[in-house]
């Protein structure tokens, strides 16, 4: 229920133009005032008209918060009148502000939602009712069918977010004054925070003002970065009630006053400015000749479908749709950015993403053309880049490094020196996924890393310049530091050598790492490749997050070989060996390999194994060959094990370490490829067969005791089954037809394959079978009811037969 509301005049409903609401925590003051209202007089003695102020355009209510007897009360009075709500008093106002925001629908003059300016007595009572009333506006606007007229808004906020949302929400044609209100005095802005309600604003410029208890130099900080966006701004003031008297040295030129109202004003100044002009042209324009390429309505559209190219081709047609291009500033859509320096010559190549073009430049001749010149193209190129650039590439080539120490110092210099003073004036970060550094000088990376959007930038690759003859090291103590770094997601430093310890390269947050060191300590190696002690399994889990695509076990008669592939590359990873003492200790961290014993890691093979499979978070041993025999006791940690892609029996296995494999193994496997048959007797084989297999895939046609026979097949329990070299006849494979189609056989068996060393006659191998013939060039597809090697299989023509209960097979012949 909506209490004012409902109560007050259609007319001030209607027609009024300022709606005021200030409140704290217990209570709150609403004031709805309309213009002056003109009214004709007639008098008896002078029949003149005059025109009179009603002293009655203005209605003020105040609620305050009561205990009623069913608990929170509102009380709300107006005029002689007074009443009673059950509810919380932020709840009432909140009704009454949404009745009025969603059914206004003339212009106000002010929309004001703020604090006020008494004492609270409850903070944190405050601070919700802050985010009520903010959330209150923001859905009632959302409400409404055509957005607000607001001429001048002010709203006390909590996050500069909260005043973005309902700005966005308000006629911007209209709005010339935004008034943000912090209430606390911890509350501090940034100024990106505020890009996107400058940044929203159309033809209309704004003033800004914004109310704050203290202004340091933190905060001048941040409205010299705001200043930066003056085509869309006519000023911005900073109210306060205390101030860091170094603010005042620094700005003592702008417009201030300390005489009761303490603010500074910040106003810019757009006569010189050649878009002054661009705000308000429309096609409806008739005092000059207008080309329709400078209203900025129609270049936004063009512009908008344009990559960088032909950006930079339009602003040279004239100077005027110059200006245009720059007051509308169209994003180029940069996907890439590479500029390598050589020796003669700076090569830049940009790509965009629109129509998948590649802009190649060379600029050679003296320093300024070799490196001013391209730096102030990547000025023009990405001023106004909002969209994030995939790929950003600075580097040297081989000969560059060659030329005279002097020359090249000063073209790295004024280089990099340009880079960083062109993305330090950008109005915000640029957005970068992966930046491609080739230096081993800290000192350059330096000049680019920081200045790049944190949130955006996600692989950071710093790496060896190519081909150069030298062993390079590099230092990660400042870079390591950055806020990019510690955001960034993976790192790879190729061909470079860092020359810090691991456990101080703030490497925790990455999800892949590429990096060889200089010197290894124990702690290192446990941090890096999992060596792993009780006392450091935890910190070790760290690694959990790193995306390993495979773990895979060998098992050799005089050593276990554990392979941890990564995701990214399958042919980085790490190699583990366990009862090898002659592999050498190698300090590559990623891409080599490590011998240990039970004697230099403190555990046994098992634990070993369990450690390894533990810290790398993988559930799927993707491959397990079984070569050796039981000296390395691995068998206690088979039993721990729950999901296996592919286990090898091959033949150099043992009988009785292989038959122990199967029966620990064979439910958690998926496919178990069989080059030997470990099995001494049928009785024995045909136990494992009709154990509830997955895929069995036998590769040998040598079997101990006894040939592979139909009986066999018959009672094989496989959901696939793989038979190239268990060799069966004609005969036997057609009475196997037969009795698959009365119900005779394993009723899990879904896929057999198999092969005969016969010449297949179709006649001989389909003799009493009824089947349905099917076009060769007809495809069709085939689902597993659970996922083994694959999900499904394709194959074209064929033969069908049914089951007495209905069931359809398929054969084919290849």
């Known amino acids: ?213 203290e202004f340091s130099l933190q905060m001048l900080e941040e409205v010299r970065k705001l200043l930066t966006y003056t085509s869309k701004l006519n000023s911005i003031t900073i109210c306060y009630q205390t101030i860091d008297e170094k603010c005042i040295e ?57 990559g960088c190219r032909q950006i930079q081709l339009l602003r040279k047609v004239s100077r005027g749709i110059r200006h245009c291009v720059d007051y509308i500033k169209p994003d180029p859509h940069i996907r890439l950015y590479q500029i390598t320096i050589r020796s003669i010559s700076v090569v830049v190549s940009v790509d965009h993403g629109l129509f998948g073009q590649e802009i190649i430049n060379i600029h050679q001749g003296s320093l300024e053309q070799r490196v001013v010149r391209p730096v102030n193209d990547f000025d023009l190129n990405t001023r106004y880049q909002n969209t994030c650039m995939e790929l950003l590439v600075i580097g040297m080539d081989k000969w560059f490094w060659k030329i005279k120490e002097e020359e090249k110092e000063s073209v790295m210099s004024t280089f990099f020196k340009g880079m960083r003073d062109v993305l330090t004036s950008r109005a915000s970060p640029l957005k970068v996924t992966v930046l491609k550094l080739a230096t081993h000088l800290q000192c350059l990376v330096m000049v680019i890393l920081p200045y790049l959007d944190a949130e955006s930038l996600e692989f950071i690759i710093i790496r060896k310049i190519e081909e150069i003859d030298e062993e390079s090291t590099i230092d990660l103590d400042e870079i390591s530091k950055t806020e990019q770094w510690s955001k ?129 978070n993988c559930e799927l041993i993707s491959q397990m060959d079984l070569k050796g025999c039981q000296q390395v006791d691995v068998c206690d940690t088979f039993a721990t094990l729950q999901n296996i892609g592919k286990l090898y029996i091959v033949k150099d296995c043992t009988n009785i370490f292989a038959k122990k494999a199967l029966e620990i193994l064979s439910p958690v496997t998926t496919q178990i490829i069989l080059f030997k048959i470990p099995f001494e007797t049928r009785e024995e084989f045909q136990t ?40 069966l006849n004609l005969k036997e494979i057609n009475q196997f037809f037969k009795n698959w189609m009365e119900n005779k056989c394993d009723p899990r068996l879904e896929h057999l394959e198999l092969s005969t060393s016969e010449d297949v006659d179709e006649k001989n191998l389909l003799e009493g079978l009824k089947t349905v013939s099917l076009p060769r060039d007809r495809k069709r597809a085939f689902h597993y009811s659970k996922q083994v090697d694959k999900s499904s299989e394709s194959f074209s023509g064929g033969y069908d037969i049914r089951s007495t209960d209905r069931k359809k097979a398929t054969i084919t012949l290849g």
């Open 1 to 213: 229920m909506s209490l004012v509301y409902d109560s007050i005049d259609t007319l001030y409903k209607r027609d009024a133009t300022r709606l005021i609401i200030w409140f704290n925590d217990q209570k709150a003051k609403v004031e709805i005032l309309l213009s002056p209202i003109r009214r004709e007089c007639d008098y008896k003695r002078d029949r003149a008209r005059q025109l009179i102020k009603s002293s009655n355009n203005q209605k003020t209510f105040y609620y305050k918060q009561a205990e009623g007897s069913a608990g929170a009360s509102t009380s709300v009075e107006w005029h002689f009148n007074k009443h009673e709500v059950d509810d919380y008093f932020i709840s009432v106002v909140c009704e009454d502000v949404e009745a009025f925001v969603r059914n206004k629908m003339n212009q106000l003059t002010k929309l004001i939602l703020t604090t006020l300016d008494d004492t609270y007595k409850d903070e944190q009572m405050l601070k919700t009712n802050i985010n009520r009333m903010c959330q209150c506006l923001e859905n009632s606007l959302k409400l409404r069918t055509e957005k607000l007229k607001v001429e001048r808004f002010s709203l006390s906020v909590l996050e500069i977010s909260q005043v973005v949302s309902a700005v966005n929400l308000l006629d911007r044609e209209v709005l010339w004054l935004v008034t943000v209100h912090l209430p606390f005095d911890d509350q501090v802005f940034k100024a990106e925070d505020f890009i996107p309600l400058i940044e929203g604003q159309g033809r209309q410029r704004l003033d800004l003002r914004i109310l704050l208890n």
């Open 488 to 616: 960034a997601k993976k790192l790879w430093i190729k061909d470079l050598t860092v020359r810090m310890s691991i456990q101080e390269m703030n490497i925790l947050n990455f999800e892949w790492i590429g990096i060889t060191v200089e010197t290894m300590s124990r702690e290192d190696i446990t941090i890096a490749v999992s060596l792993l002690s009780k006392k450091a399994n935890n910190v070790s889990k760290i690694f959990h997050k790193l995306p390993f695509c495979s773990v895979d076990l060998i098992v050799e008669t005089d050593h276990l070989d554990v392979r941890v592939g990564f995701g990214m590359w399958r042919q980085m990873g790490l190699k583990y060996y366990f009862n090898t003492e002659n592999i050498p200790i190698l300090v590559n961290v990623m891409f080599q390999q490590r011998a240990f014993t039970r004697e230099n890691s403190g555990l046994p093979a098992a634990q070993w194994v369990e450690r390894v499979l533990d810290v790398t």
């Open 250 to 306: 620094l700005i003592a030129e702008t417009e201030h006053s300390s005489n009761g109202e303490y603010f500074f004003k910040f106003s810019i100044d757009h006569a010189d400015d050649p878009t002054e002009e661009m705000a308000t042209l429309t096609l409806s324009d008739n005092k000059r000749h207008l080309n329709i390429f400078e209203i900025p309505s129609i270049m936004s559209s063009i512009a908008s479908h344009l």
């Open 688 to 727: 494992f067969l009709k154990s509830n297999l997955n895929y069995l895939n036998i590769h040998t046609s040598t079997f101990p005791t006894f040939k592979f026979a139909l009986e066999d097949l018959m009672v094989t329990n496989a959901l696939k089954l793989n038979l190239n070299d268990g060799k």
